[in-house]
């Protein structure tokens, strides 16, 4: 299983995260993309730990019933590794070699790039284009533990369904990102685009609309979900949902959800605090907030209050049309969180 290798099937986008599988169906309509279809089905905790699969059958479960749910077109799915599962460098070699000495070359100098044995990881590459020195080219390329892949794989075929891309999240990302930043408002060059999840948040740097910077955090909407459950002694599974439903008491707002969200503020700060201070940059034009956790009501606000960027929540399905079955109120709460999801969907059209 390669992880850049093209497609030229009907693929469904399925993002396996700590807390539900997502999966987005896109189809092109009169050379507009199209959102058929998208779902989202909560995982029981500890099913997905630290983006490692814990119960394989839970999430194939999972799976199988969202994908029935949603009377998908294809059973052919791109899914996605992601964190410290994943080794990418870009190298320079030779222009005029072909792809099979690439790889030969790749697989005879392996020790010089990844920290385990070539018998332990899926590798792929890509050419991305010429080097600064002349006759050279610039080479992407990704590896990851074989049993990384290899879970994903499995859990796919648990609910039926067979896995021809694994991606890369962070890659699948950027290709959602890239629907949404020639929309943005003043065509900023500097865009800050925050993911926060459920225990990790990432920021990445887009120049120009390429990602040329990332960093985790520990740090996500996970944290409110312990806040909830030990101001109102709820389980885990009342405090998602009385989260995702806005049903907490009227002290919610004021004593929980306001100190969260300026911990986010601080969390953001820290995180761009550090990408100045490594880089050249001193400033970003715009701030994108995406995530399970982008959504909160008043986030988007607080942050361009106390930044003083311009910033909004991520819409990868801002352009496309919608489809009759898509309910389009959800979709506006969904969109943040199905970054992942929608950028491996978009390998049908590689």
């Given at each position: 299983?390669?992880?850049?290798?093209?497609?030229?099937?009907?693929?469904?986008?399925?993002?396996?995260?700590?807390?539900?599988?997502?999966?987005?169906?896109?189809?092109?309509?009169?050379?507009?993309?199209?959102?058929?279809?998208?779902?989202?089905?909560?995982?029981?905790?500890?099913?997905?730990?630290?983006?490692?699969?814990?119960?394989?059958?839970?999430?194939?479960?999972?799976?199988?019933?969202?994908?029935?749910?949603?009377?998908?077109?294809?059973?052919?799915?791109?899914?996605?590794?992601?964190?410290?599962?994943?080794?990418?460098?870009?190298?320079?070699?030779?222009?005029?070699?072909?792809?099979?000495?690439?790889?030969?070359?790749?697989?005879?100098?392996?020790?010089?790039?990844?920290?385990?044995?070539?018998?332990?990881?899926?590798?792929?590459?890509?050419?991305?284009g010429p080097a600064a020195d002349e006759g050279k080219s610039r080479v992407?390329?990704?590896?990851?533990?074989?049993?990384?892949?290899?879970?994903?794989?499995?859990?796919?075929?648990?609910?039926?369904?067979?896995?021809?891309?694994?991606?890369?999240?962070?890659?699948?990302?950027?290709?959602?990102?890239?629907?949404?930043?020639?929309?943005?408002?003043?065509?900023?060059?500097?865009?800050?685009?925050?993911?926060?999840?459920?225990?990790?948040?990432?920021?990445?740097?887009?120049?120009?609309?390429?990602?040329?910077?990332?960093?985790?955090?520990?740090?996500?909407?996970?944290?409110?979900?312990?806040?909830?459950?030990?101001?109102?002694?709820?389980?885990?599974?009342?405090?998602?949902?009385?989260?995702?439903?806005?049903?907490?008491?009227?002290?919610?707002?004021?004593?929980?959800?306001?100190?969260?969200?300026?911990?986010?503020?601080?969390?953001?700060?820290?995180?761009?605090?550090?990408?100045?201070?490594?880089?050249?940059?001193?400033?970003?034009?715009?701030?994108?907030?995406?995530?399970?956790?982008?959504?909160?009501?008043?986030?988007?606000?607080?942050?361009?209050?106390?930044?003083?960027?311009?910033?909004?929540?991520?819409?990868?399905?801002?352009?496309?049309?919608?489809?009759?079955?898509?309910?389009?109120?959800?979709?506006?709460?969904?969109?943040?969180?199905?970054?992942?999801?929608?950028?491996?969907?978009?390998?049908?059209?590689?």
């Open positions: 299983m390669r992880f850049l290798t093209k497609s030229n099937k009907q693929i469904i986008g399925v993002d396996v995260t700590s807390t539900s599988v997502k999966m987005v169906e896109i189809v092109r309509q009169q050379g507009l993309f199209h959102l058929k279809n998208y779902g989202i089905e909560p995982l029981n905790r500890g099913a997905v730990i630290d983006k490692e699969i814990k119960d394989p059958e839970a999430v194939g479960d999972a799976i199988n019933k969202l994908s029935r749910s949603l009377s998908l077109s294809s059973k052919n799915v791109a899914t996605a590794v992601s964190g410290a599962s994943v080794i990418s460098k870009i190298i320079e070699m030779d222009t005029a070699m072909s792809d099979t000495d690439r790889e030969a070359r790749i697989r005879l100098d392996a020790d010089q790039y990844i920290p385990y044995p070539l018998t332990e990881v899926n590798l792929d590459f890509e050419v991305l992407l390329l990704v590896a990851s533990r074989s049993e990384n892949v290899e879970q994903r794989v499995e859990v796919m075929t648990l609910a039926g369904l067979e896995t021809k891309v694994v991606d890369v999240e962070s890659y699948a990302i950027e290709r959602a990102f890239q629907l949404i930043v020639d929309s943005l408002p003043g065509q900023p060059q500097n865009v800050a685009l925050i993911d926060i999840g459920h225990s990790q948040t990432t920021l990445y740097i887009a120049k120009d609309g390429d990602f040329v910077y990332s960093r985790e955090q520990l740090f996500g909407g996970g944290q409110l979900t312990e806040s909830i459950q030990n101001r109102y002694g709820l389980t885990y599974e009342e405090a998602m949902t009385n989260k995702k439903n806005m049903t907490l008491p009227d002290d919610y707002q004021s004593d929980v959800l306001m100190p969260f969200l300026d911990s986010i503020v601080q969390q953001i700060t820290r995180s761009l605090q550090f990408y100045f201070s490594s880089s050249q940059s001193h400033q970003v034009d715009y701030i994108l907030l995406s995530g399970g956790t982008a959504s909160l009501p008043g986030l988007a606000s607080m942050v361009e209050q106390k930044l003083g960027s311009r910033t909004s929540i991520a819409n990868p399905f801002a352009n496309m049309t919608i489809g009759n079955q898509v309910n389009t109120e959800s979709l506006l709460v969904d969109a943040p969180s199905l970054m992942a999801a929608c950028g491996l969907a978009l390998r049908s059209f590689d």
